[in-house]
DNA sequence: TTTATTATGGATAAATTTGTCCTAAATAAA
DNA sequence: TTTATTTAGGACAAATTTATCCATAATAAA
């Protein structure tokens, strides 16, 4: 009996885009690049059409700053770049449900008033959460960098 | 700058309905009462021609059992109910990527060959998938049995 | 054997997410 | 000032997820 879905992941596929698309953003900015839309694209494996509403997205949250024109492109300046929270990324496309609501979406759930899984699945929740509140964009484009992390695509 | 998606879940809505609905059809087991479709809906918040779907492939699964005809209905037997764990009802619906696949859905991502998210994310992943594969759907509905959880709805 | 009850299953619709295409606006360089 | 380059943004299409409706099959009781 296969599942109904067979690649329901953490996160949308918006969001997993835009991590990919931010982080290389962050790695050529380390190497004083502005990228282009294409190149995004094509480092990060995605639909053209597709990442650029994303960027735009991430422009417009203050996530990556975006330049028309020739010579144009997008960049996180160093200092951003080092206080930019995996987190942020993840909340301007997907929101903050995954790491705050009840696993099975009850409004009404919390501390004081439960759901049979709440106290288990809380814990869960804030391990993600914190995860994504401590973990840097430059951080994560170091490791790219200092070569302990391999892949992109 | 609101997120595009307000409520991106860590599950998606066919599995939080099953995970309600498994928890509710185990604690009237425990009662020894069978429940039907219109009963799973309501207690659990949901409509009606949609958890039938739902309970349809959770039956072919092997996690609850159906009667056709009258005094029918849906059950799980105690023995059953003490071996299931909620990761079953999950994998069911939604597979296992949301607890085994990389953050950014990159296919090749892995210990030897991490993206750069990896290590920080395999721990939440342990944490998520070692949480459903130890919490019993017994377990659950003796919380609300007990008192402990008080809201399924 | 008839009737009422309940799950099964197919068809289809609505909503959301993902993806594409095309034109406009901004900007740098020639 | 013209041209080439690049993001912005609207309209729309495809795919997936969520939801509804209705007919059928199975079963228990009268």
Excluded: W
Excluded at 2 to 9: D, Q
Excluded at 60 to 75: M, N
Excluded at 87 to 114: Q, R
Excluded at 117 to 144: C, G, I, N, P, W
């Amino acid at each position: 009996m296969p599942p109904i879905k067979e690649e329901r992941n953490m996160f949308s596929k918006s969001c997993e885009y835009a991590l990919k698309a931010v982080i290389y953003i962050a790695t050529q900015s380390l190497e004083g690049r502005r990228v282009k839309i294409a190149d995004v694209a094509d480092s990060s494996n995605t639909p053209q059409a597709f990442i650029a509403k994303i960027l735009r997205t991430l422009t417009k949250s203050g996530i990556v700053s975006s330049l028309k024109g020739p010579y144009g492109g997008f960049e996180i300046d160093l200092q951003k770049m080092k206080e930019l929270k995996i987190g942020e990324v993840v909340f301007a496309i997907d929101g903050d449900a995954v790491y705050t609501s009840c696993s099975m979406g009850l409004k009404e759930c919390n501390d004081a008033d439960p759901c049979p899984m709440h106290h288990k699945f809380v814990k869960v929740r804030t391990e993600l959460k914190s995860m994504l509140e401590t973990t840097t964009v430059y951080d994560l484009a170091q490791k790219l960098k200092s070569g302990k992390a391999t892949i992109l695509r």
